[in-house]
């Protein structure tokens, strides 16, 4: 393959005429030359010519979960690359844990079909989308919406920020790009897949402190006043009943935190590997 492409007369040449077609290929002139590069979607609305060698190697190295990139130039494929990251060693107990809280668990991808394949098998998730771009992300998002799902999307790329926006909960990497930063509402700073789970455990918490807090102060606002109404109660102890109510938040938070196994004060979220963000 690169003995091809070095023995070529316009292999380091600066090409013109640049044009960037988005999440499939980039193509220019280099003297006279189509030059090319991009994904199998490329080759299939370009019509591109490609060995049967080649077109089976690369087939290969999708079923094996590598993303694939075609090379040439007048028309006809001349080299293929792959490239593939390994799968995070906590991604899997990730899902299996998702799962058990009841959530359904979606991979959306903008790789070949073989290749998202090969990645949500190993994952073990519920379903999955391939070649997918970035404004079909969003209308996925929002096919869910409109069923009534209340939607978390995970991301870290530019192509991610869109969805990250529409999402109900956009969770972008800390490795990610600042624009994928930017559209999400958490961010997790250490990278760790683990604090997917802080987020959710996180936000149960919360949840039942509001829900627990509303109910004492409904409760002991509509017992003084009552009770005060009657002349049952002096108005000042019947407000101070009401002033008790802001404080049974403390021991709401400490019954929250055994119910997940967690007695100890919770620290900050940047502690937890978490940033929120209020821009």
């Not at 690169?2 to 499939?24: G, H, Q, R, Y």
């Not at 280099?30 to 060995?51: K, P, T």
């Not at 290969?60 to 060693?89: C, I, Y």
């Not at 192509?159 to 800390?174: H, R, S, T, V």
Request: glycine letters at 8%; proline letters at 4%; aromatic letters at 6%.
């Amino acid at each position: 393959m690169w003995s091809t492409l070095a023995n070529s007369a316009f292999c380091c040449m600066m090409p013109t005429e640049l044009k960037f077609t988005k999440d499939v290929a980039i193509t220019g002139l280099v003297r006279g030359h189509n030059v090319f590069a991009g994904n199998r979607r490329m080759v299939e609305e370009l019509s591109i010519q490609m060995d049967q060698a080649a077109n089976q190697q690369a087939h290969q190295w999708e079923r094996e979960g590598k993303t694939v990139s075609f090379m040439g130039w007048n028309g006809e494929v001349r080299a293929v690359a792959s490239f593939g990251d390994n799968l995070r060693p906590e991604a899997v107990g990730l899902i299996v844990e998702l799962k058990q809280h009841g959530l359904e668990t979606r991979l959306i991808s903008g790789d070949s079909r073989a290749t998202t394949r090969w990645i949500a098998s190993r994952l073990g998730v519920d379903s999955f989308e391939a070649e997918v771009l970035p404004e079909a992300k969003v209308d996925a998002i929002r096919r869910f919406q409109e069923r009534g799902g209340v939607v978390a999307m995970v991301g870290d790329g530019i192509n991610d920020a869109p969805a990250l926006a529409q999402a109900d909960l956009g969770i972008a990497m800390g490795s990610g790009t600042d624009i994928a930063m930017k559209a999400a509402a958490v961010v997790l700073i250490n990278n760790s897949l683990r604090k997917i789970l802080d987020v959710f455990d996180l936000a149960e918490v919360t949840v039942r402190v509001v829900r627990q807090n509303l109910f004492w102060a409904f409760f002991y606002n509509t017992v003084g006043i009552t009770l005060a109404v009657l002349g049952v109660l002096n108005p000042i102890m019947a407000a101070s009943g009401m002033l008790l109510s802001v404080f049974q938040s403390w021991p709401t938070r400490c019954a929250s935190r055994e119910t997940l196994g967690r007695p100890k004060p919770a620290p900050p979220l940047a502690s937890h590997g978490l940033k929120h963000r209020n821009d």
